[in-house]
């Protein structure tokens, strides 16, 4: 039977969290939001054994795409992202220099994601959630019991909302629904930070108790 087995790596000068994810049964993989350092990167799909199949994009802020490049060059995998986010995707190398950061550009996107798809790596299924706020077109990917939410959630905060195309009734939106889309103990995977639950972040997260007050303030 297949089981995810999730290896969060964390990379580059944002300290953002590239996971790979590996069917234990068939040996396939995932990177998702490969954000730099493409090497090493690469190092962990290889150390796993397994092949890896595709890069899945939650949302394509520059701390979440910058190793994309590498890692097409050592093998050429689709990537999958949902459309509204290739006005941010395109201007990567500018959000780079505006932080005097190395970036290579990466190449366009294969596949587009949409709200209430679905992804498959190997035997396992992840669904496909359109959650915009953070970034137009950001999406949670979630399934076995863990969501991979990008900038949307952080244990004990939530992603910035006064960003270039960010949009704050968007986030109370997408917060209000977690709840609705996820069981109360999946674990999330944030793009910063540790990870921690649903039902830990509804009880002491702030942006999440009574969202629609705070969203605004």
Known sequence: MSEPLITCITVGPFQENTYLLVDE??????????????????????????????????????????????????????????????????????????????????????????????????????????????APGLCILHGHGFAFVGDLVFAGSIGRTDLPLSNAPQMAVSLRRLSRVLPPDTTLLPGHGEPTTLDEELRTNPFLNGVANVIGA
């Open 25 to 134: 049964a068939t040996r396939r993989a995932v990177l998702v939001d490969p954000g730099d350092e493409p090497e090493r990167l690469w190092r962990a799909v290889e150390e796993s054994g397994a092949t890896l199949d595709a890069i899945w994009l939650t949302h394509a802020h520059v701390d979440h795409v910058g190793a994309i490049a590498g890692i097409k060059r050592r093998r050429d995998v689709p990537i999958f992202m949902h459309p509204l986010e290739r006005p941010l995707y395109d201007r990567a190398p500018q959000q780079a220099a505006a932080f005097g950061l190395p970036f290579e550009p990466p190449p366009p996107p294969d596949r587009e994601l949409s709200d209430g798809g679905t992804l498959t790596c190997g035997g396992l299924t992840f669904e496909v959630t359109h959650t915009p706020g953070h």
